[in-house]
C-alpha cells in the first residue's frame, strides 16, 4: 500500500506533537481519485474525520487513517521529508491516484468519474470542454459542472441532455439523470 519512510514519519510526527485538542493522528485521502484532477492529501485527523470504510494503521508514535474509497488509488504511494536549504519538504508520490481503477465495487462517484473523464470529456475536448462531477445527489442525479468551451455554449443543453445524460444513464443504470449548476451566463469562452 502506502510507504511513508522514516523522515516522514518523523516529520509527521513533529507536527502531530504541535497540535492540541482533538487532533488523534493523520488522514490520508486522494481528492478525485482515478482522475487527470487527482490530489493526494495529508491532514489532520480527529474523530469525526474516521469513516467505518477507512483503513486504521499504528506507527510507532502515531495513527494513520487512510480513506477507504481512496485505498486502490494510494497503492504503491510513497510519503517522504527531504531536508534543503530552505528547510525541507514532504513530498506525496502516488503514481495510481490519477488512474482509472473501476469494478463492480467501485462507488457511483468513481463509476460516473470513470465515464466522464474516458468517454465524456474526450468529445468535449474537441471544441474545449470539460465536465465533472460536483457530487451525486439524494435523489440519485450526477450534479454537473461544465468547463472551457462548454460554459455558456449554445448546445449546452443538447450536449447535456442527449450526449452526457445519455452515456451516463445507460453506463450508471442507477441515476436517475443529471443535472447541470454550471452558470453558463458567462460565454467569454464558449465555442458555439
Given at each position: 500500500m502506502?510507504?511513508?519512510?522514516?523522515?516522514?514519519q518523523?516529520?509527521?510526527?513533529?507536527?502531530?506533537?504541535?497540535?492540541?485538542?482533538?487532533?488523534?493522528?493523520?488522514?490520508?485521502f486522494?481528492?478525485?481519485?482515478?482522475?487527470?484532477?487527482?490530489e493526494?492529501c495529508i491532514?489532520y485527523?480527529?474523530?469525526d474525520d474516521?469513516?467505518e470504510?477507512?483503513?486504521?494503521?499504528?506507527?510507532?508514535?502515531?495513527?494513520?487513517?487512510?480513506?477507504?474509497?481512496s485505498?486502490?488509488?494510494?497503492k504503491d504511494?510513497?510519503?517522504?521529508?527531504g531536508?534543503?536549504?530552505?528547510?525541507?519538504?514532504l513530498?506525496?508520490?502516488?503514481?495510481?491516484?490519477?488512474?482509472p481503477?473501476?469494478?463492480?465495487?467501485?462507488?457511483i462517484?468513481?463509476?460516473?468519474n470513470?465515464?466522464?473523464?474516458?468517454?465524456?470529456?474526450?468529445?468535449?475536448?474537441?471544441?474545449?470542454?470539460?465536465?465533472?462531477l460536483?457530487?451525486?445527489?439524494e435523489?440519485?442525479y450526477?450534479v454537473?459542472?461544465?468547463?472551457?468551451?462548454?460554459?455558456?455554449c449554445g448546445?449546452?443543453?443538447?450536449?447535456l441532455?442527449?450526449?452526457?445524460?445519455?452515456t451516463?444513464?445507460e453506463?450508471?443504470?442507477?441515476?436517475?439523470?443529471v443535472?447541470?449548476?454550471?452558470?453558463?451566463?458567462?460565454?467569454?469562452?464558449?465555442?458555439?
Amino acid at each position: 500500500m502506502i510507504t511513508i519512510t522514516e523522515a516522514g514519519q518523523e516529520y509527521l510526527l513533529d507536527l502531530l506533537k504541535k497540535q492540541e485538542g482533538d487532533v488523534i493522528g493523520i488522514r490520508i485521502f486522494v481528492n478525485h481519485p482515478g482522475t487527470p484532477k487527482a490530489e493526494t492529501c495529508i491532514a489532520y485527523c480527529r474523530e469525526d474525520d474516521v469513516k467505518e470504510e477507512d483503513e486504521k494503521k499504528e506507527y510507532e508514535k502515531f495513527t494513520v487513517y487512510f480513506d477507504g474509497r481512496s485505498l486502490p488509488f494510494l497503492k504503491d504511494a510513497q510519503v517522504d521529508y527531504g531536508k534543503d536549504r530552505m528547510g525541507g519538504q514532504l513530498t506525496i508520490k502516488a503514481p495510481n491516484s490519477k488512474m482509472p481503477q473501476v469494478s463492480g465495487d467501485s462507488t457511483i462517484e468513481d463509476r460516473i468519474n470513470y465515464v466522464l473523464f474516458n468517454e465524456v470529456n474526450p468529445s468535449l475536448a474537441s471544441h474545449g470542454g470539460e465536465v465533472s462531477l460536483v457530487e451525486v445527489s439524494e435523489d440519485s442525479y450526477a450534479v454537473l459542472q461544465f468547463g472551457g468551451g462548454c460554459q455558456g455554449c449554445g448546445m449546452v443543453d443538447e450536449t447535456l441532455k442527449h450526449g452526457v445524460e445519455k452515456t451516463l444513464v445507460e453506463q450508471v443504470p442507477e441515476l436517475s439523470g443529471v443535472r447541470d449548476i454550471t452558470d453558463h451566463s458567462d460565454r467569454s469562452n464558449a465555442f458555439a
